[in-house]
């Protein structure tokens, strides 16, 4: 956004950014090169987890991309990455477990994800519009600008909180299913929570970061009083 005395905020939360992307990288490119002992692909677990939870109406497909994996409430779609889709790797069925986790925090109604939808057009359209409406503020000493900045970035704030339940449930609901369905064995098992524990982290980093940069607003916006 800009530089000042406040950006110092910004530095233990950016280090664990870089440690969180770190982490991911390194996990995945280790555990996608070990092949799960059941030697099925992740578009299998995720079908597998959708089935024995009476799921049928979410269509599980293949996107482009690494890592690209997500579930879309609105569309019933489970999209997973080509390696993951086809990946026989221990990466591969913990992140389409993962994704299927969403799908059943979908169809259970699970409070936090349909927080996390409904109040996603809100923070979507506070992120982009925050920061600049602060700064517009900022430089015209016009505090109302900054207070309507603040506000927004609330919103985008709020998102990102919401996201942690809902990560780190899906993240258990996969790792419940990979160990009581004997789908991994006990080393494997190591594995997976370290995937999926590396990717929880980005989620803790970025939600920091999100709290960092709404202290720099209050702060810079009481130095104007």
Do not use: C, W
């Not at 925050?130 to 109302?144: H, K, S």
Request: net charge positive; charged share 15%.
């Amino acid at each position: 956004m800009f530089f000042d005395s406040t950006f110092l905020l910004l530095i233990p939360v950016l280090l664990l950014a870089f440690y969180a992307q770190g982490k991911v990288t390194g996990n995945y490119k280790k555990y996608s090169k070990v092949r799960n002992s059941s030697n099925i692909s992740g578009a299998e677990v995720a079908q597998r987890i959708l089935q024995s939870n009476g799921i049928l109406d979410v269509k599980i497909q293949e996107v482009e991309g690494q890592l690209t994996d997500h579930y879309n409430p609105k569309k019933h779609e489970l999209n997973l990455s080509s390696d993951v889709y086809h990946g026989n790797s221990v990466a591969a069925i913990s992140i389409a477990a993962h994704e299927a986790g969403h799908a059943l925090q979908h169809a259970s109604n699970y409070a936090p994800l349909g927080i996390r939808s409904s109040i996603f057009p809100v923070a979507n359209f506070g992120s982009m519009l925050a920061f600049p409406m602060f700064i517009v503020g900022l430089l015209l000493r016009t505090p109302l600008l900054m207070d309507i900045g603040i506000v927004l970035f609330a919103a985008a704030l709020l998102f990102h909180v919401v996201t942690l339940p809902v990560e780190f449930n899906a993240s258990k609901r996969a790792l419940n299913y990979l160990s009581n369905h004997v789908v991994a064995n006990d080393t494997e098992m190591i594995g997976a929570r370290k995937v999926l524990n590396a990717a929880a982290l980005t989620y803790v980093a970025s939600t920091l970061m999100a709290l960092m940069q709404f202290l720099r607003l209050i702060i810079l916006r009481g130095s104007r009083d």
